[in-house]
């Protein structure tokens, strides 16, 4: 190796200089540390307080996003943001404008402290939006932190200031050991994806799988008989994870956030409307482990088995994808298997309540205007359901035919492939590959040609059903698995009644296939 002597300018040096500081601006990240706080729970308004430094840019953009992942509609959190300030850190007010519903703009100094404080409107109890009142507090993050445009994968934390007589707090987010109710995120997404609810609570009894440990953690819930709840949502679980053949988090947690109704999954809990009423029938217990099967099953589908366009997420905007029948289709179609598999329910039961996707499909003039693809795509304008549009006559919903879909391309695959393969082969191929190995969704025709591989055939005459309004022959399918559906006609309303039943004299493929589908 060679040493040479060299001789530098004063120009060279400057520059040199200029362009060192520069690097080193931008690697110095902006911390972000949250306060928020409930002074008065019975006037509905949070307190939020943001510290932020480390600011070398001349402005920012402070945004709350306009709707939060796993419930696909625009919710405008902005809106509810009152009583917004600036001020540096001697507590001088800075000026800000308000360029939008949603964004605050507003200067920075180099190397810059930013105290920033807002209130936070919260009448509303619902599992989407963020909720106050005299006996306990559910934060939905995406309505409640702003980020800063263009630094979104900072990370960021939050303290809760507890009202005297509240005691717990549920939530997925990571607790800071050494310090009181403050937790951490590595970024903006994972904070958005991890709801707190807060109160005096009650955590059920918990449970192991796989040695990962399982809560139930609620609010104001009835008497029912807590340890066979939880037995029978170990089973939920355990039936679950058996489809995929892997645990993919640390702990999870179900969050029950009181009555009401609906449910969002994140990547290691979900929050549910659950108070425990109803539990103590046999119909109430079933109709609660499918809705919770569902959630759960979520953290595979939609958080991990992914459309491209879920994720990384654009908080400003609609994220609109054709897949949506997958992600919430196919979560609906293994939540009634992943229940029957647990051993929870009967199979009349099972066949009831894909009977009454077929029901709801069927007696629905939109199925003849608009495709499975496009139901997703338009869920921003038409609603979850599809009947929130301006012409709810002419749209359908990815709940009802999604799950149809699910069974007509689950017995395909298993027919052809002398039941060696099956729906769930591709949803364990689709989680390894583009989730595990690629760590990326999948696009339409990635997902397509997995079903295909798996089947080791063309797939097409089945994908119609989803890209076009083809109608499809549901008992073609069926008959794969030995069973048919067939149906009434009401005189006055015109509307079918479907049966989903056994057909007589199964050959073996047929009865293999129905066993194999009911029990694994």
Avoid at 72 to 91: A, H, W
Avoid at 216 to 245: C, D, P, T, W
């Amino acid at each position: 190796m060679k040493f040479f002597k060299l001789k530098f300018s004063k120009s060279f040096l400057f520059i040199f200089a200029v362009i060192t500081s520069s690097a080193l601006a931008q690697n110095i990240k902006p911390v972000f540390n949250y306060t928020v706080s409930m002074p008065s729970p019975s006037s509905q308004l949070f307190h939020v307080e943001l510290i932020s430094s480390g600011w070398q840019t001349g402005t920012i953009n402070l945004k709350m996003p306009k709707w939060m992942p796993g419930y696909y509609q625009l919710m405008n959190y902005g809106n509810e943001v009152i009583n917004f300030s600036v001020r540096d850190k001697t507590g001088k007010s800075i000026s800000f404008n308000k360029i939008n519903e949603n964004t605050w703009q507003l200067p920075t100094k180099a190397a810059g402290s930013l105290h920033i404080s807002y209130n936070v409107k919260a009448t509303r109890s619902f599992v989407a939006t963020n909720f106050l009142d005299s006996s306990h507090a559910y934060i939905v993050p995406a309505g409640m932190f702003m980020y800063a445009d263009g630094f979104i994968k900072n990370p960021v934390s939050v303290k809760v200031n507890l009202p005297g007589q509240w005691k717990e707090i549920a939530t997925g987010l990571t607790k800071i050991s050494a310090k009181e109710n403050t937790f951490t995120a590595p970024d903006f997404d994972i904070l958005y994806d991890c709801p707190l609810l807060i109160g005096n609570l009650e955590e059920l009894p918990s449970f192991k799988v796989n040695g990962i440990t399982h809560r139930f953690i609620g609010y104001k819930m009835s008497q029912f008989n807590r340890q066979h709840f939880m037995n029978n949502l170990k089973k939920v679980v355990e039936a679950a994870v058996a489809i995929i053949g892997d645990i993919p988090y640390r702990e999870y947690t179900f969050i029950g956030i009181g009555p009401g109704r609906g449910g969002i999954e994140h990547l290691n809990n979900t929050t549910v409307s659950f108070d425990g009423r109803g539990l103590d029938t046999d119909e109430g217990l079933n109709r609660t482990l499918v809705f919770l099967a569902h959630e759960f099953f979520h953290n595979y589908n939609v958080k991990r088995i992914r459309p491209l366009e879920l994720g990384p997420f654009d908080y400003d905007k609609p994220n609109r994808t054709n897949l949506l029948w997958v992600s919430e289709g196919l979560s609906v179609y293994y939540e009634y298997l992943v229940v029957k598999r647990a051993g929870l329910i009967s199979e009349e039961t099972l066949f009831k309540n894909f009977e009454s996707n077929l029901n709801a499909t069927e007696n629905n003039p939109g199925r003849l205007y608009q495709s499975l693809i496009q139901s997703s795509y338009q869920t921003w304008g038409d609603g979850p359901f599809g009947t929130q549009g301006k012409d709810p006559g002419k749209s359908i919903s990815y709940y009802d035919k999604g799950p149809l879909i699910g069974f007509i391309l689950d017995f395909k695959i298993r027919h052809a492939t002398q039941n060696k393969k099956s729906l769930d082969d591709v949803m364990r191929y689709v989680y390894n590959y583009y989730y595990k190995k690629l760590q990326r969704g999948f696009t339409d025709a990635e997902f397509q040609q997995a079903c295909e591989d798996v089947a080791g055939i063309s797939l097409a005459p089945e994908f119609e059903y989803v890209y076009t309004t083809k109608e499809p022959d549901y008992n073609q399918y069926l008959a794969f698995a030995g069973l048919t559906a067939q149906f009434t006609t009401d005189d006055k309303t015109g509307k079918k009644k479907f049966i989903i039943k056994r057909i007589d004299n199964l050959d073996s493929l047929q009865t293999n296939i129905l066993n194999d589908w009911l029990t694994q």
